[in-house]
Every structure is written in structure tokens, then in C-alpha cells.
């Protein structure tokens, strides 16, 4: 209640005092490194986050959450960023001489900017002390979930940066590795897969879908963002939704760790879930619509359901009749 209270009141409940301290002792990259932070550094932090900005947040993550060898390689990156932006103008300079020695067929010119774009680079670069070891999986366009669910169940305990490339294809590198990330996610959405496995609440577009499978509706629409499909106790579709659950984990947390983006639209309330501490009571009613938004039972999706029965658990149905129900 805290927290909720705090963000709702701009941040009010945020210490400038604690943030400064805890970026201070970030600074220390051998007591990250070797697992020597305070314990108030990764105690407090996780009971009372809103006292804390979301970047100290985001780089305590970075500095605890992902093992030693990246914890160095990302404050090692971000320090060789910083010191390009401090030497951007030189390097600027630099290549614009080179460009204009070139256009002149000034040989002499061509090297002695060379010379400096060499020099700026070594500055550049002398900060760092390694590259982190990665892996390079090749995968189908095809099939790609089959292929990225063989990949991730072999790839899961690496502490590897995993880079993809498709089959196919000269391209790699962390613009390809992204892409990947992307058309797993689309594949995720697909209302073919969805009638095959029900991971989601469907958005009520399935007959507009059967008619045309290629058209509009070839992907789940849902606006507030994609929700669990609830499932009946010995479901035969159980044990297959719970290994796209478990994929998915392993998916975003490898995306998490190497920093890319995952781009699925959960639902908030999904991440609340997830997070715990939260009254699934609270959370259905949250999805209430008034009656009079809610439409005809016989035209109803299964949100539309849920959402008649949340409209019921707040108290604002006022009745079976009113809500459609004969």
C-alpha cells in the first residue's frame, strides 16, 4: 500500500539519501564482482523498492542479478560508452578529416587521420578488460518455436550471451538476435496456435479468423494486453500450455540478461500475478465494466465472460437480468 501510495504521489516516498548510497557503493566493482555488497544493498532494495529510483533499481540488477562475469561486463560498458560521449567531438573531427583527405586523394592527410581515429579508439577501448564468451545458434524461420524451445532447453544454464542467426541467411549480430526475440513473440500471438494451445484469453475475433486465417485476425488483438486462458482440472491441454509457460520464462529471462526486448504484450495484471502479494479477488474486480458496456450474453467472448463475472464480484451488476443473463 506503501508503494501504490508513493507512485501515485509522484514519487513522494523515494529517498535521495538511500539512492546516493547505494550508487556509491555500485561504484565498488570488486565488491559486486565477488558478491561482497553490504546486505542492506540487496535487503532493502527488495522489501522497500519505491525508496529507491528506478535507475539505482535497474543497475543493482544489473550488478546482482546475472552473475559476476556480466555484472563486470556491463559496468565495463557502460564506462567505455562514457568515455566515447566524452571524446564524441574528437572522434567526429577525427572522421571528418579522414573523410576529406579521402576526397582529396590526400594520402598523406588519409594517414595522419587514420593515425588520430586509431589513437581516439585506443583511449576508447583501454577501459575495457574482455569481451563476455558467446554462443552462435542457428535457427529455422519455419519453424521457429520448436527451434527456440530446443535452443533455450539446451542453452538455459549458459552464462553465454546467446546470438541467433537463421537458416539461410549471412546476417548476425545483435540486430538479427533481436529480430529472433520478435518473431518468437508473433508466433506466441498467433490465434492458430492459441485454438492448438489455449495460453490466452481470446478477443473475440475467432469467426472473423475461421473465415479468413490469413487476414486481419491472424493474430490475438486483445487491447488491455494478452491473459491466461484458465483451464479446467485435467485439462488435456495442460501439459503443453505449461511448457509454453516455462519457455516463455526461460525466453524473457534470457532476453532480460543479455538485454534485449521481448515484445509480448502482457497484460498488467499478469505481472502483477507474477509478482505475487497480489488478491486475485482484486484483480478480477478490476476488470468490472458497467452493465451497460457489457454486450448481449449470446455475442459474448470469454473476456466479455469474465468480465460479467467481475462486474458481479464488485457489486455493480445489479443482477443476473442486467447483465444479460436469462
Known amino acids: 500500500r506503501v508503494e501504490v501510495a508513493g507512485q501515485e504521489q509522484g514519487g513522494r516516498w523515494e529517498s535521495a539519501l538511500l539512492t546516493r548510497r547505494l550508487a556509491c557503493q555500485l561504484q565498488d566493482t570488486v565488491a ?16 522497500h523498492p519505491f525508496l529507491f529510483s528506478l535507475d539505482a533499481r535497474r543497475k543493482l540488477l544489473d550488478c546482482t542479478g546475472f552473475g559476476p562475469s556480466h555484472a563486470v561486463y556491463r559496468m565495463q560498458e557502460s564506462r567505455v560508452a562514457a568515455q566515447r560521449a566524452k571524446l564524441g567531438d574528437s572522434i567526429r573531427a577525427a572522421q571528418q578529416r579522414l573523410a576529406v583527405a579521402r576526397e582529396h586523394q590526400d594520402f598523406d592527410g588519409i594517414a595522419r587521420a587514420t593515425d588520430d581515429v586509431d589513437e581516439i579508439e585506443r583511449r576508447v577501448y583501454s577501459r575495457r578488460i574482455g569481451a563476455i564468451a558467446s554462443d552462435l545458434a542457428r535457427v529455422s524461420r519455419g519453424n521457429i518455436l520448436e527451434n527456440a524451445q530446443r535452443l533455450l ?44 494451445t489455449p495460453l490466452w484469453i481470446t478477443d473475440g475475433h475467432d469467426a472473423e479468423y475461421a473465415a479468413d486465417p490469413d487476414g486481419h485476425y ?68 478490476t476488470l468490472g465494466r458497467p452493465s451497460a458496456a457489457i454486450p448481449p450474453s449470446e455475442d459474448w467472448s470469454t473476456l466479455d465472460l469474465l468480465r460479467a463475472y467481475a462486474t458481479i464480484a464488485e457489486g455493480g451488476g445489479g443482477g443476473g437480468p442486467s447483465l444479460g443473463f436469462s
Open 218 to 285: 491472424a493474430f490475438l488483438t486483445n487491447a488491455e494486453g494478452l491473459f491466461p486462458q484458465p483451464l479446467p482440472p485435467g485439462s488435456p491441454h495442460m501439459a503443453k500450455v505449461c511448457d509454453l509457460y516455462r519457455f516463455m520464462g526461460r525466453l524473457m529471462g534470457k532476453a532480460c540478461r543479455d538485454k534485449f526486448t521481448v515484445p509480448l504484450p502482457l497484460h498488467p495484471h499478469f505481472f502483477a500475478v507474477l509478482k505475487g502479494g497480489s488478491d486475485p479477488r482484486q484483480l478480477v474486480t
Open 32 to 47: 559486486f564482482a565477488s558478491v561482497s555488497l553490504p546486505p542492506w544493498c540487496l535487503s532493502l532494495p527488495r522489501r
Open 153 to 196: 532447453e539446451y542453452h538455459q544454464g549458459s552464462r553465454h550471451v546467446l546470438e541467433v542467426q537463421f537458416h539461410g541467411e549471412d546476417g548476425f549480430g545483435s540486430g538479427v538476435t533481436q529480430n529472433f526475440y520478435e518473431s518468437v513473440s508473433g508466433t506466441l500471438q498467433k490465434r492458430g496456435l492459441n485454438h492448438e
